[in-house]
């Protein structure tokens, strides 16, 4: 067991872990912040993007030792504390980015860190940037046209799918 | 995935030594090494953290060539050498995708030596020299065969040096659900010489395409390979395509590389 210490979503936090723990484990086990969700395990859907250090990464892909000292945003740290969504999370409501929910989470992470890089990023640039995470829901129509929306663009001549 | 202990020097010598138990492993970006843990491909009962080790991250340009330090993640190096070599930054940005690009670092990806691996055609096509904890090594000595190179066990790879090419350009065919490349061609010219190398198609990994190298020297153009490819004997046969189809794809991929690098 090793002791492993880090700011989440604002706040410090710190545990005893085993040093294979994943930091997606440490979220959603020790942390009990289920929010940020396992899809594949493999690295290949996106689902457990959280940020670190203000970057997106695979929290599946990563030990939660490797973490120590870091400042790490998930999910939960998004809508205010009296529940108001962000604005990404309102226009994927607004827009049906979502249908059973389960890659939202890691879409709603990777949509804030391309939008910090890129505030108004074009369709072909919203599709490039989530190469890595993976709906079997949506199509994704929906989730670009949420993104969109976030950023501030027109999206109204844009079809509903 | 097996018990592990993971340490975390800060120095460049403190891994070394951690290094010299032969039960150690180097842990960089963890993309390939953490995937295949949990796949218990690979049980390393130490694992040495390069991140947080100052002397091995981060970009130098210099006159006419760039150093990479090893454990610079593939979206530092997109970012950074976008001015100095456009070709480089382009072929670092397009891996896997942002997530894995946040991580993952080009000593990791060189150690590995993936034969569908992006950085491996850089390497090879501008000629550029893997740098390590004890010697130099160049570009045509560094590569041996599918997953292997001329490192020795617990000697690592601290930085890459690159000649900047005159003219260069990477072009790549996604295999659309891994992202790594279905073949990928890089093809760096300066100072007369061309150099072209090939990833994802050979059955030993990376490899130069001599007949394309001779052709582009005496004439930089598309039209200098036209219905040039290379033999499909020894070309990766799979789900995903033939040798065939590789071989074909190899001779497509030169001929988008050099008119991009004409540019
Ligand atoms: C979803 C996904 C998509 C990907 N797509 C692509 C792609 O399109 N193209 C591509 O090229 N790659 C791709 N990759 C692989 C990615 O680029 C990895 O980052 C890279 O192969 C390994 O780098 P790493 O820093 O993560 O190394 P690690 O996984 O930490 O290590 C890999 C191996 O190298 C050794 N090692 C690490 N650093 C050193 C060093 N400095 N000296 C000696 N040995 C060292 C380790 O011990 C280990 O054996 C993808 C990975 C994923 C998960
Ligand atoms: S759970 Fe991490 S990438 Fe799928
Ligand atoms: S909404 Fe179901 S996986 Fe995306």
Known sequence: MTQVSMTVNGKPVSGDVPDNTLLVDFLRETLELTGTHVGCDTSQCGACVVHVNGRAVKACTMFALEAEGAEVATIEGEAAPDGTLSAIQQAFQDHHGLQCGFCTPGMVMSAKALLAENPKPTEAEIREYLEGNICRCTGYHNIVKAIMAASGQDVSKIAAE | MYEVIITRPRSLAEAIEALGDDNATPLAGGQTLIPTMKQRLAAPEVLVSLAGIEELSGVTIGDGEITIGAATTHADVAR??????????????????????????????????????????????????????????????????????????????????????????????????????????FVAAGGGVVRVAVTGAGEDGVFRWDAAEQALAKDFSPSAIEGLSPDPSGMIGDLHGTPEYRAHLVGVMTKRAVEAALG
């Open chain 2, 80 to 185: 950074e050498v976008a001015g100095a070599c456009p070709a480089l930054a382009a072929l670092a940005g397009g891996i896997g995708d942002p997530a894995v690009r946040n991580r993952g670092t080009i000593g990791g990806s060189l150690a590995n030596n993936d034969p569908a691996a992006d950085y491996p055609a850089a390497v090879l096509a501008c000629d550029a020299t893997i740098i390590t904890n004890d010697r130099e090594i160049r570009s045509d000595e560094f590569f041996d065969g599918m997953f292997g190179t001329a490192l020795f066990e617990g000697e690592i790879i601290t930085g890459v040096r690159f000649p900047i090419p005159e003219r260069a350009a990477y072009a790549k065919f996604d295999q659309p659900a891994s992202r790594f490349a279905l073949t990928g061609v």
